[in-house]
């Protein structure tokens, strides 16, 4: 089945803890990116790859980093977690850009995080 | 920069009862594409539509429906005869040349039986 898993689902962690999401895709798709989902501003874009080794800032990349050493799998890893992000997070991939083809976005389940 | 506009945070409606709702963009490209996404209670976000800035056909598919005008940037999407299962998150979300998919506040929609 043609999936893009989150793991954990679900986080509560302390301030200053280092953490790692996970995200995996086995659809061989080019672009992953990641989001975060607050009240009353939607989902905004932390990063998104390209292409393994290739990846890029989005618009609230503040507090994350990414890597992408292979194809399926993208990890937000949040090196010194604060409570400003606690948020619900999700995980997405598609063929090539969204711009190609006739192509959308498959999300992973999300993973609720909280910092306390 | 691009920006989508849901203006309707909340909207309730009664079963049966006819739904639209509103997404405003701007983007200074010529060439651009348009989201829908369901994000029901479990949480998952679900893909509905996806239009390009070229294509200002109409749609529709089943109950839902959807209209895009460029001359007034706007996407808006009906639910007709809406149903419980119906009840969600919606957002509306635009990606255009810088690789960012760029979505709006959402909309949250209550169907009531």
């Known amino acids: 089945e043609a999936q893009v898993t989150q793991n954990p689902r679900y986080l509560i962690t302390v301030t200053g803890k280092k953490l790692t999401v996970t995200c995996s895709q086995n659809m061989n798709h080019e672009y992953m990116s990641w989001y975060r989902q607050d009240p009353g501003l939607g989902l905004r874009q932390i990063y998104y790859?390209?292409?393994?080794?290739?990846?890029d800032k989005g618009d609230v990349p503040e507090g994350y980093k990414v890597s992408r050493k292979e194809k399926r799998n993208f990890p937000l890893i949040l090196e010194s977690p604060s409570p400003n992000q606690t948020s619900l997070y999700f995980c997405?991939?598609?063929?090539?850009?969204?711009?190609?083809?006739?192509?959308?976005?498959?999300f992973g389940q999300g993973t609720r995080l909280t910092v306390v | 920069a691009q920006k989508v506009t849901q203006a309707q945070t909340e909207i309730s409606v009664v079963e049966k009862e006819d739904v639209t709702l509103d997404c405003v963009y701007e983007t200074r490209d010529t060439t651009y594409y348009l989201f829908w996404y369901k994000q029901p209670p479990s949480g998952e976000l679900v893909f509905l539509i996806r239009?390009?800035?070229?294509?200002?056909q109409n749609e529709i598919s089943g109950r839902y429906s959807w209209n895009f005008q460029k001359s007034t940037s706007s996407f808006n999407f009906t639910i007709t005869a809406s149903q419980v299962v119906d009840s969600a998150v919606y957002f509306c979300?635009?990606?255009?040349?810088?690789?960012?998919?760029?979505f709006g506040a959402g909309t949250t929609v209550t169907v009531r039986a």
């Open positions: 979300a635009l990606y255009s040349n810088d690789y960012k998919l760029s």
């Open positions: 239009r390009n800035s070229f294509d200002e």
């Open positions: 997405a991939s598609s063929p090539n850009p969204l711009g190609v083809g006739n192509t959308e976005a498959f």
């Open positions: 790859s390209m292409n393994v080794e290739v990846t």
